[in-house]
């Protein structure tokens, strides 16, 4: 497969669509963002490009390895609108795909509902 270096460039409204599953966390950067994976590397290319124009924090200071992660955009749609990256790992703590639940489906739970129950 050929590495498309476009990549990070690409528009937001081309991105997917992810919830915060925390409430504390949606409470602070939006119940939903827009993310698509993109290496640190690739984020420090699109910060050079964009990071004026779409209010982007400064890329990882570490920049010697190459680290999948993703491209964040948080408070969407708010004058505070911003992007950033962070690690795969984390962002699959904060965030699952908005889709809807279906029917019969309960909600996944989070951190707090989990120490809660004793788990």
Do not use: C
């Not at 409204?13 to 409430?23: H, P, V």
């Not at 004058?79 to 962002?91: K, R």
């Amino acid at each position: 497969m050929e590495h498309d270096f476009n990549r990070p460039f690409r528009e937001q409204s081309t991105m997917e669509t992810f919830r915060a599953i925390d409430k504390r966390d949606a409470r602070r950067f939006g119940a939903k963002v827009k993310a698509m994976e993109i290496t640190n590397r690739e984020y420090a290319q699109r910060y050079s490009r964009f990071a004026e124009m779409n209010n982007m924090r400064n890329p990882p200071s570490s920049s010697i390895h190459i680290m999948m992660g993703r491209l964040v955009v948080r408070r969407l749609g708010t004058s505070a609108q911003y992007e950033t990256w962070m690690p795969s790992d984390v962002f699959e703590e904060l965030y699952e795909p908005d889709k809807p639940l279906s029917q019969g489906t309960k909600a996944k739970p989070n951190k707090m509902d989990e120490k809660a129950a004793g788990s």
